[in-house]
């Protein structure tokens, strides 16, 4: 039977591997300064559009106001997000960048893609693309880190080279099915 000092331990190691799974520390083959790249391009993202977004709004047009809030919400929601410290004050900060964390790479990507180019379609000027540029690179960015570590090249050879011994297996198969016939 184990003691209560023995029980009390597990779930204290099994929340710290959670928190260092949600927090990025497990191997998910991003390197440290690459998740910092993408945090950091998102944070200026945030913050041009939010810049871009309060200009857009300067004007009598309705698109350009549309876009303009459309630009100071995704400003405020990459900043939610990526840098929740920045929302200190709302209570909910950390829970919504928690669940960000959790998310994949690819999903990150289609969703800061997705809240860049809208504001784009919907109103066409150089205040909403170049406010969103970044913003949309960040979500390239995510993108690139769905993709995965560039193998090396050993097993690209081997690869290589596997491959073309099945492609010979599969023509002289053929080649003995023709030559039978």
């Not at 900043?79 to 209570?91: G, K, N, T, V, Y």
């Not at 690819?106 to 150089?126: D, E, H, N, T």
């Not at 073309?164 to 003995?176: P, V, Y």
């Amino acid at each position: 039977m184990p003691s209560p000092g023995a029980a009390s331990a597990e779930p204290e190691a099994g929340d710290a591997a959670a928190a260092g799974s949600v927090q990025g520390g497990g191997d998910d083959g991003m390197t440290w300064w690459y998740r910092w790249l993408c945090r950091f391009a998102a944070v200026i993202g945030g913050v041009s559009c939010a810049i871009a977004g309060v200009w857009n709004c300067v004007t009598i047009d309705p698109l350009n106001i549309a876009a303009g809030v459309w630009m100071v919400l995704s400003a405020f929601v990459l900043f939610l997000c990526e840098a929740p410290f920045c929302c200190q004050f709302i209570e909910f900060a950390n829970a919504v960048s928690a669940r960000a964390d959790k998310l994949r790479y690819w999903q990150k990507a289609m969703f800061y893609c997705g809240i860049a180019i809208f504001p784009v379609c919907l109103r066409f000027s150089f205040t909403t693309l170049f406010g969103n540029a970044i913003a949309f690179a960040s979500g390239v960015l995510y993108g690139l880190a769905s993709l995965g570590k560039k193998g090396d090249a050993v097993s690209y050879a081997r690869l290589k080279d596997k491959k073309l011994a099945d492609e010979e297996k599969l023509t002289g198969s053929i080649t003995n099915e023709t030559a039978m016939q």
